[in-house]
C-alpha cells in the first residue's frame, strides 16, 4: 500500500473558495484513501464546507488565515499583504516546513509564483522557475513547460525546463526515458531563435540518460502528442496555451451557432448530446489542469481558477502522483548532474555557440 | 467599374499545381470579370488546364519557365537554382516591372519570401518584412503578423508590423481606422517582452492617425476578433498560428470519433450534417489563406500550399481587394510619415526605453 500523502491546500483560492476546493479535495480523498490535508483559509467560510465531509474532515487540519489573496491582487499587492499570513502563503509554508508534501492552489498565479519563490527559494543552480501544464493530445496527455514564469530563457534555461519536464514526465506518465522536443517554427528561412538552436546542441552534447531528446516541434504537432515533454520559453509558451484554448473556445461557439441552425441539426444535436458532452470535456480548457511550478525547493500545484470540483481533485490528483514518484527528487539529481558536468562540458559548448 | 488589375501566379506552386491555380483562378475570374492574368510555369503542364478554361485563357498570358522550385527547396538551393528562370521568381518579378500590380504562389514560403526579398527589396526605412496572415475570429476575420518572416522583432519593428497591418486592414475590411493591438502575455508578475512594451509607448507617442491602438491583447482574445490587427514578432506568431491550426486539427478527430462512437451519435451527425459541413469549412486550416509579404516594394501574396481550388481564388480575391485599395500606397505613407517623424520623437523615445 502507497504510504500516506500530505496536501496542503489553499482553500480560498479560486473563482469558488471553499466549495470547490473542500469538495475536490474530498472527489480525491475516496479515490486515495491514504491523502491527508491540510486546509488553510477562513475558518467561518470554510468550516460549513468541512462539516458537509465528515470523512475528509476526520484526516485534515483546518488552520484559520484571516488574510486572502485576492484573484486580481498583483504579485507585489498580495506580497506585502499576503506574506506569512494568507492561506496562499501558509499552504506553500507547509511545504518549506515539511509539514505537507505538496502545495495546491487555484488562487491567482502571478502571486502564487512570487509566493512560492520567496517562500521556497529556486533550486541551487536554478535560476529562474517553470510552470509547467499537462495538455491533452490525441495520443493522451503531454507536458508543456514554460507557460509564462520565465519570459524570455536562455539555451541554459531551457536545457533546465528540459530536464524538469522529463522528471515530470517520468514521475506522471511513468515512461522511463520520455521524448522531450523544443517548440521552434517551421519556416525553413529562418531556423528559429538562437537561443533554441543552442538548447538543442547543448541537449544532443549532454546526453542526459533519462530524456530522450528528439529535436525541435512545430506548434501543429503538440497536439498529435508526438513527444511527452514541449520545452518553450515562457512567453512562446503563454501565447501557444491561451491560443490553444482560445482556438477550442471558438470551435465551441461555431459548433452551438451550427447546431441550434435549424431542426435537422437541432434533432441531430440531442441525438448525439452524450457524444457532444464528451466532447466538451475533453476540450474544455478547465481541464488543462494543475500548472506546476518547477525549479523550487518544493512543488506548488496552480489549480485553474475557474475549476468544478472535478477539476480541482484532478489537480490534487497530479500533486499525489507527483510526491510518490519523488519528482523533487528526480529534478535535484538531473538539474545536479547536469550542473556538474556543466562545469566542463556545457559552458564550453555555450561559450563556442555564442561565437 | 473598378479598372482591370493584372495578377502574376506561379501556376506550378503548391501541392497541386496547376490543377489548383489555373482552376482557382478561374473562379476569381467569373466573379471578377475585370481581372487580367499572367501564369508562369511549364508550358506543357500549364497548358492542358489553360485549355479547359477558355474564357480565363483568353485574358490570360501564358509564360513558359523551364524550372520549378519544389515545396522541399531550402530558400537557398530555390535561389541559386531559381533566380532569373523559375515560375515563382518570374511571377514576383512581373511586379517588378509593373507588369502586373501584385503576385500569388502556393510555393514553399522560405523560396517565395527569399525571392520576394531578393527581386523586389524592402521598402525605404523598413529593415525587415513581415507576414500576415487573416485569421477567422467569432467576429469576422482579423489580420495577425508577423506569421515567421522576422524572428525576435525589436519595437521598432514592431511598430512598422502595426502600421503595416492598419494599412492592410484598411484595405481589405474598408474600415477608416482600424483597432490595433499588440499579443503579449496575462501573467501579472512578469509583463511580457520589454519589446512589447516599449512597442505600445512608441504607439501611443505616435498616434497615428490611421490606426486605433488599444493596448495588449492575449492569446485567448484573438479568436473572439476583439482588435482587427494583432501584432507580434515571428516567432512567438507562427506559434499562435500553428498552435490553433493544431487545436483546429485534434478537435476535429475528437468530433469524428465521438460521432462514430454509436449508432446514435452516428444517427445525430447524419441528421446534423450540413452543420458539420460548415463547421469543417469554418476551422478548415486550409482557409486561413492568403499570408501576405508587407514591407517590400511590391505585394506578394502566399497562398497555403494545400489549397484547393476554392482557397487559391479567395487568395487571389483579397490580392485583387488590396491592389484595388491601394495598400502598398498606404503602408508607403504611413512608413514614410512614422520615420520622418522618427527622426525626432521616437528614436528618442527608444533611447529612453532602453535606459
Known amino acids: 500500500m502507497p504510504h500516506s500523502v500530505t496536501i496542503s491546500i489553499d482553500a480560498m483560492g479560486g473563482d469558488h473558495g471553499p466549495e470547490v476546493t473542500v469538495a475536490g479535495a474530498d472527489l480525491a480523498y475516496r479515490e486515495s484513501p491514504d491523502l491527508r490535508f491540510?486546509?488553510?483559509?477562513?475558518?467561518?467560510?470554510?468550516?460549513?464546507?468541512l462539516d458537509r465531509h465528515p470523512a475528509l474532515s476526520s484526516v485534515s487540519a483546518a488552520i484559520h488565515c484571516?488574510?486572502?489573496?485576492?484573484?486580481?491582487?498583483?504579485?507585489?499587492?498580495?506580497?506585502?499583504?499576503?506574506?506569512?499570513?494568507?492561506?496562499?502563503?501558509?499552504?506553500?509554508?507547509?511545504?518549506k516546513k515539511e509539514e505537507a508534501a505538496v502545495a495546491v492552489s487555484?488562487?491567482?498565479?502571478?502571486?502564487?509564483?512570487?509566493?512560492?519563490?520567496?517562500?521556497?527559494?529556486?533550486l541551487a543552480d536554478m535560476d529562474r522557475p517553470a510552470i509547467a501544464g499537462l495538455w491533452p493530445t490525441l495520443a493522451g496527455e503531454s507536458i508543456v513547460l514554460d507557460l509564462g514564469a520565465t519570459v524570455g530563457a536562455d539555451a541554459r534555461q531551457l536545457v533546465d525546463f528540459a530536464l524538469m519536464g522529463g522528471a515530470m514526465a517520468r514521475a506522471l506518465f511513468q515512461k522511463p526515458?520520455?521524448?522531450?522536443?523544443?517548440?521552434?517554427?517551421?519556416?525553413?528561412?529562418?531556423?528559429?531563435?538562437?537561443?533554441?538552436?543552442?538548447?538543442?546542441?547543448?541537449?544532443?552534447?549532454i546526453d542526459n540518460p533519462h530524456i530522450d531528446y528528439v529535436g525541435f516541434i512545430e506548434g501543429n504537432d503538440v497536439g498529435k502528442g508526438l513527444v511527452d515533454v514541449v520545452v518553450t520559453e515562457g512567453f512562446s509558451g503563454n501565447i501557444a496555451?491561451?491560443?490553444?484554448?482560445?482556438?477550442?473556445?471558438?470551435?465551441?461557439v461555431y459548433l452551438r451557432?451550427?447546431?441550434?441552425r435549424n431542426w435537422r441539426a437541432r434533432l441531430g444535436y440531442?441525438?448525439?448530446?452524450p457524444a457532444f458532452t464528451r466532447l466538451r470535456r475533453k476540450i474544455d480548457p478547465n481541464r488543462i489542469n494543475g500548472g506546476v511550478f518547477l525549479g523550487l525547493n518544493g512543488i506548488v500545484i496552480k489549480s485553474h481558477g475557474g475549476a468544478d470540483a472535478l477539476g480541482f481533485a484532478a489537480a490534487i490528483r497530479n500533486a499525489a502522483a507527483m510526491v510518490r514518484n519523488g519528482l523533487l527528487d528526480k529534478i535535484r539529481q538531473d538539474i545536479g548532474a547536469l550542473h556538474q558536468a556543466g562545469r566542463t562540458l556545457p559552458i564550453a559548448a555555450t561559450a563556442a555557440g555564442a561565437l
Open 270 to 273: 440531442l441525438l448525439a448530446r
Open 66 to 95: 484571516d488574510v486572502t489573496v485576492q484573484m486580481h491582487d498583483k504579485p507585489s499587492q498580495a506580497l506585502r499583504r499576503g506574506r506569512w499570513r494568507s492561506s496562499m502563503w501558509r499552504a506553500i509554508e507547509a511545504v
Open 177 to 205: 526515458r520520455p521524448k522531450v522536443g523544443l517548440l521552434n517554427i517551421g519556416v525553413e528561412e529562418v531556423k528559429g531563435l538562437e537561443e533554441v538552436r543552442e538548447a538543442g546542441r547543448l541537449l544532443r552534447e
Open 257 to 260: 451557432e451550427e447546431m441550434s
Open 106 to 122: 487555484a488562487g491567482n498565479t502571478g502571486a502564487l509564483m512570487a509566493m512560492a519563490r520567496f517562500c521556497l527559494r529556486p
Open 38 to 49: 491540510q486546509f488553510f483559509g477562513e475558518e467561518p467560510v470554510m468550516r460549513p464546507w
Open 241 to 252: 496555451l491561451k491560443m490553444a484554448e482560445g482556438t477550442a473556445r471558438q470551435i465551441s
